[in-house]
């Protein structure tokens, strides 16, 4: 059996997943007040702490399911409880960066 990989076409293919990413992305709208941009960051992560409550609330709903004997397959519940940890941590993470830079900000000198 030959698991040769040919890296020139490997690469070929890379580059152009990722020029059709970059051309399918969305122009960032600038906000013109600041009112209004602090406004929207604070949905924005109003909306990803409801998109993490979601994820968690279908793994434990999903979870009980499979616990109840219903016709729910474990590598799904393993799978969705997978999703609902990982957008939990990256979360925290997102927080605790945030929380470093108001310290940052919080310190720097007048």
Do not use: C, H, W
């Amino acid at each position: 059996m030959n698991n040769t990989v040919d890296t020139q076409s490997l690469m070929l293919q890379m580059r152009s997943l990722a020029a059709e990413a970059a051309s399918q992305t969305q122009p960032v709208v600038q906000a013109e007040k600041g009112t209004q941009s602090a406004e929207n960051f604070a949905d924005l992560l109003s909306k990803s702490v409801d998109a993490v409550a979601v994820e968690q609330n279908k793994s434990g709903a999903m979870k009980k399911s499979f616990e109840k004997g219903e016709d729910v397959d474990l590598t799904d519940v393993m799978v969705q409880a997978q999703k609902a940890s990982l957008s939990f941590q990256a979360m925290t993470q997102v927080r605790n960066k945030l929380v470093d830079a108001y310290k940052e900000i919080k310190n720097m000198p007048i």
